[in-house]
């Protein structure tokens, strides 16, 4: 079978079981959000945590919540990294430095997933699964509420409750995540990959050297770094490392579990507003878009633009034999497109214009169809703008879902667009203005070296996590400067669109008309793609014009 046919078989497949899980997993988390039953364990939880089911919280209180419980996250990922040493099952590992447990700590509990280290040679099993492995439940769940809450902004009227954080983010974890990761998790398992608690075994290498190849809770770790679209790798190597994706069934399936819950969301986001064809609409777009992209990258993979690979025959420089450039680039687009930061390939060793697709993709705003939560209430906030920018040019009060956009919901749409270009690109204006940062990148001089700094800080703040891997991240700067990038990329957005909700759910919904703009035919989801697009592009052409796009051309 030729490469293209393998290539097309496997984006065929992964598309059939997107659709095949499409109704029952989004019709489950609807269920899961809209039922008045708690369990028997949930009671105790929230009796434990002194926590009322049935008070609900208004936006200012929910974001209130969301704040406090990550701050405690983050400062108990610090504290374990800082005394890793004096804690069981640390190998015999020291401590993390304060400067990159702090990076790291922002990284997890943001779900951004940047690793500025090696992560078998710097934590032990305990940091890996009852620090890391944590968050990745913790700040996935984190992610999946809010999207619930701005969903209830957008269903209720005349209430200024949105639900309640503790009681979502409870059954988001006992109810959705730990049964979906349990079954991942045996899966991945009987595919290959390693799940024990090894210190390492030690291998001859090929030209007569000993190597240590550690083991570990591999397995139970990497189901839920890609169904949570958080990124962090068990091994430096990610998911090109055979331990952590064997073989290319394997490479299928974690991309299906990334893009398992953003695609289900948006039938649960359908049944919660009552409205099916709503749901289909804002699938479509994340859809176009993805599909898009993914031929893009592939196209500039498998094109092999450039001296070096023309003359090789192809681009597989930094890419798995096992997986080749389809299976690559399928994989880079859509860890992109939802805020994923696992790699099987090198973005770095990508062709000029496919490693500026990547990054051009999370530049997007991680909506296509982006992060568990953070993909649908960021297409949510741009499909507001969408209808806002159609009423201009009909002389009419936009709507959307009945409720009407007022000056108050325009400012804060606004805020949340400008929030996170305005963070990566002031971030990555001082990295390159400091020669101490300066210093880090490796293609210094270059545009290909511009685009590693471009890279870091937008992965940073659409809490990507993926890296270009020219670039030196684990100093000071980039410590604190990116970590402080992950957290106001992170939450900043999160407690506009929760005060944006809140807005909404105070309304009361305005009957609909002839003028009203119908939201959920192909003229608006051309008119939201478009608008997509094109905010991106005015935000981020004149910095891609100084990396990728020079270099590519």
């Known amino acids: 079978m030729s490469d293209t046919a393998a290539g097309l078989l496997q984006v065929g497949l992964l598309i059939a079981l997107l659709a095949a899980a499409y109704r029952p997993v989004g ?13 028997r364990t949930e009671r105790g939880i929230y009796k434990l945590l002194g926590v009322d089911a049935k008070a609900e919280q208004t936006w200012a209180v929910y974001a209130r919540s969301v704040i406090a419980f990550s701050v405690v996250g983050v400062v108990f990922l610090y504290l374990l990294q ?18 990159l447990a702090f990076n790291t700590a922002a990284s997890f509990v943001s779900n951004t997933n940047w690793q500025s280290y090696s992560p078998e040679a710097t934590l032990g099993h305990l940091a890996q699964f009852a620090g890391l492995a944590v968050q990745n439940f913790l700040s996935a769940a984190v992610g999946m509420v809010v999207a619930v809450a701005v ?15 503790w009681v979502d983010l409870v059954r988001t974890v006992l109810r959705i995540l730990l049964p979906l990761a349990v079954v ?26 000993t190597q240590t190849i550690p083991g570990g809770p591999v397995a139970s770790q990497e189901v839920i770094k890609e169904l949570g679209t958080n990124g962090g790798g068990f091994y430096n190597a990610n998911s090109a490392h055979p331990f952590e994706n064997p073989n290319g069934l394997s490479n299928l399936f974690e991309i299906f579990l990334l893009l398992l819950i953003p695609v289900a969301l948006t039938r649960t986001f359908a049944l919660m507003v009552n409205d099916k064809r709503q749901g289909y609409a804002i699938l479509g777009v994340m859809g176009t878009l993805w599909a898009a992209f993914t031929f893009a990258a592939t196209f500039f993979e ?16 930094g890419k798995e034999t096992r997986f080749g450039e389809w299976a690559s680039a399928l994989f880079a687009s859509s860890t992109t497109g939802t805020s994923t930061g696992a790699v099987n390939s ?13 990054l051009f993709h999370m530049m997007l705003g991680e909506v296509s169809p982006g992060g568990t939560g953070t993909g649908l209430y960021g297409m949510l906030v741009l499909a507001v703008l969408t209808v806002f920018v ?31 270009p305005t963070v990566v690109l002031v971030g990555a204006s001082l990295a390159m203005g400091l020669a101490s940062a300066r210093a880090s990148i490796f293609n210094t001089g270059s545009p290909h070296g511009f685009t590693e700094v471009l890279y870091a800080f937008t992965s940073a703040g659409n809490n990507n996590g993926s890296a270009f891997g ?28 929760l005060a944006l909700a809140g807005s909404f759910a105070q309304q009361t919904p305005v009957p609909v008309t002839q003028g009203t703009l119908p939201t959920h035919k192909p003229l608006f989801v051309t008119l939201l793609i478009g608008v997509v697009l094109i905010v991106t592009g005015l935000t981020y052409f004149p910095a891609l014009t100084l990396g990728p796009l020079a270099e590519g051309l």
């Open 27 to 39: 019709g489950y988390l609807a269920h899961v959000y809209t039922t008045e039953k708690d369990s």
């Open 82 to 99: 800082r005394l890793q040493a004096h804690l069981p099952l640390s190998l015999g590992l020291p401590n993390v430095g304060s400067g």
């Open 151 to 165: 969903i209830r902004g957008f269903a209720r009227s005349t209430t200024d409750r949105l639900g309640n954080f």
């Open 184 to 209: 991942g998790g045996l899966a991945l398992v009987a595919m290959g990959v390693v799940q024990n608690f090894s210190g390492g075994h030690e291998v001859t290498s090929v030209i007569g050297q």
């Open 302 to 317: 498998t094109q092999g633009a450039g001296t070096a690979t023309q003359a090789a025959g192809a681009a597989m420089e």
């Open 346 to 358: 090198a973005h770095d060793s990508f062709t000029p214009l496919g490693g500026g697709t990547a």
């Open 390 to 420: 159609a009423g201009l040019m009909v002389g009419r009060t936009p709507e959307y879902l009945k409720k009407k956009i007022t000056v108050r919901e325009m400012k804060l749409v606004s805020l949340y667009i400008l929030a996170t």
């Open 470 to 497: 020219g670039l030196s991240a684990n100093i000071p700067f980039y410590n604190t400067a990116l970590g402080l990038v992950m957290l106001i990329g992170r939450f900043v957005p999160i407690v506009i669109v």
